[in-house]
């Protein structure tokens, strides 16, 4: 395979150096074109915290700088539309609500511009810079566990009373308030906050129409939202004062329609959309539209020929194309479809993960590219050239570091479906040696690997594995069909598309059949479940968010709706869930495997993970249950991700090495 030069290389990859890897994000071009501002994430170990700053460059090259302090968390960057302020969402001060503050380019210190009582939520700009306009929850007034009632004596918490069919969401905990989250206009220069929706349901997405008088936004006001995964795209007037009691509804699609954007003569909105029935929705692939703004016309959908997932919409300014991203085959791209002609062609493409982008107004694109040893750094594309690096965060960190050489692989799974994927060599590798190998799992199963820098295989190269990483049916990135193919086939296609993967590194000579290695982390790690009770290759295995008996997750996790649409309920399709449940068929393992997970996991409950263990555990096979306390599904604290990576290495080391006691470096 391709050798990554290493002559500058001084160490190999370390659990530790997940934390010294600065995340880039939000690139926004300035309206004159002169600046890109991007957001530059830092965690603290010893702290327990990672920090969010704005920093700017400018766009025709030069050194970027920060321009908020290290010292705070900042989102939501955006320029106002004259250019004279750069805006973010922060709160500064103990206990201090979040609000919008502004960075004057002229200089001088950042200032509030919102004084909201409830806090300031996600925003837009109006076109003129007079206004905002602002998603913003319901004040809520219940006194949680701890705080002080009324005498001064600490109360105990409410019983959840519970009547929604939603009960629950992973990081939220028990759904059981009224609080809904609304659209106001804040005027900039009264500080008056006007509210202009209103009732039972909740909005967001907002986007001002180009002369500042309509704004379209996102809401799911079907009788009950609990019950489907509506939402439709409606406009409000901005000087609204009926607080949304008059509306227009102007897309009907009974899946999700969202994230609109105006074209610039204010006639039209694209946003995203579906094509198949709600029954399907989990394995769907978003499209763009565009709809009349006065719900005259109805949608039009310009990329189901595409047959890939689209998002962050944005008209060119002679309204003829709209820009989108494109998940494509395990590359991220931008691209943009002509409205007249249907015609889509690529902007940024290659084998580069492009993400978040901003169109300049001269037809700029401002990106975060990563690659296989790069992580997202700002790039620049001018009209009809290459994209420009313009950012360097993690320059000096990376060039310390020898990484695993990456190479591309398409291979066959038992019926001829063609899988990719990719395998992460060794840095000492040598052609005729064979290595341990482990089998790497993404969750979803909608979503995919690609060629954008990965933490953990580089972690697991460095340690001398060789890693394999494919993306098996269900994967999103691939059309349609291969996304949805294992519809109520969990644990089939799947399992062979990504046992083909391990095949072939055997076949190849570079994999050891008897020291191999399997592991993931949500449906990751559901279908390492499946892996460990079909087959006996593999020597260890961690899973990581998994389940084992489907219906034990029925009333308890928060897939309900999920479950009704793929699966049906489980009292009229129990064979479905009974298919779906490795957990039946755990007799077989003899594969000694690790279970971790959060313990305040609504999205896949740790509930699980201590079953499969049980069981082994009382068949006297090896396994350790690691959870992780206070924990959604997503681990947030720093040292508790720093502990899984050397659980992991341990484990794998122990069955794969033989090395008793390893810990990884």
Partial sequence: ???????????????????????????????????????????????????????????????????????????????????????????????????????????GEAQPLTEIENGAGSYEWSPDASKLVMAIRDRDTTVAAGDTARGGRSRTRDPWVIDRLQFKRDGRGYLTDTLRTHLYVYDIASKKLTQITSGRWDEGSPAWSPDGTRIAFVSNRTEDPDANSNSDIWVVAADNTDKGATLLRITDYEGGDGSPTWSPDGKWIAYTTGTHTMDFNNHAVRHLAVVASDGSVGRRILTEALDRSVGSLEFTPDGDNVVFSIQES????????????????????????????????????????????????????????????????????????????????????????????????????????????????????????????????????????????????????????????????????????VLAGVDHVIEEGWADPDRLGVGGWSYGGILTNFVITRTNRFKAATSGASMGIMVANYGHDHYQLWYDREWGRPWENREVWEEQSPFNDIGNVTTPTLFLGGESDWNVPILNSEQMYQALKRRGIDTRLVVYPGQPHGLRIPSYNLHRYKEYLAWYDKYLKGEEGADGR
Avoid: C
């Fill in 330 to 497: 395990g590359e991220g791209h931008v691209g943009q479809v002509n409205l007249a002609s249907g015609e889509i062609t690529r902007i940024v493409d290659g084998e580069v993960s492009a993400g978040a982008y901003d169109r300049g107004p001269d037809g700029e694109i401002a990106t975060i590219i990563s690659t296989h040893h790069l992580p997202g750094e700002v790039f620049i594309q001018r009209p009809g050239g290459e994209p420009v690096r313009l950012s360097r965060v993690n320059d000096s960190l990376m060039g310390t570091l020898e990484l695993a050489a990456v190479r591309n692989i398409h291979v066959n799974s038992d019926d001829g479906t063609e899988i990719e994927g990719w395998v992460y060599f060794p840095p000492d590798f040598q052609e005729g040696t064979r290595y341990p190998t482990v089998l790497r799992i993404h969750g979803g199963p909608s979503s995919m690997y690609g060629v954008g820098f990965a933490f953990e295989p580089q972690l697991l190269a460095a340690n001398g594995y060789l890693v394999v990483r494919t993306n098996p049916r269900g994967s999103s990135g691939y059309g349609f069909d291969f996304t949805r193919a294992i519809r109520q086939k969990w644990g089939t296609l799947d399992l062979q598309d």
């Fill in 1 to 107: 395979p391709p050798r990554l030069d290493s002559s500058a290389a001084s160490d190999v990859y370390k659990r530790q150096d997940q934390f010294a890897i600065k995340r880039v994000g939000s690139p926004q071009i300035s309206p004159d074109g002169e600046w890109v501002a991007f957001t530059v994430s830092t965690t603290d170990l010893k702290k327990e915290r990672t920090r969010t700053q704005i920093w700017m460059v400018p766009a025709d090259g030069g050194d970027p700088f920060p321009v908020t302090m290290s010292s705070e968390s900042i989102s939501g960057p955006k320029w106002s539309p004259d250019g004279k302020y750069l805006s973010f969402l922060t709160s500064r001060g103990e206990n201090a609500k979040t609000q919008v503050w502004v960075l004057d380019r002229r200089g």
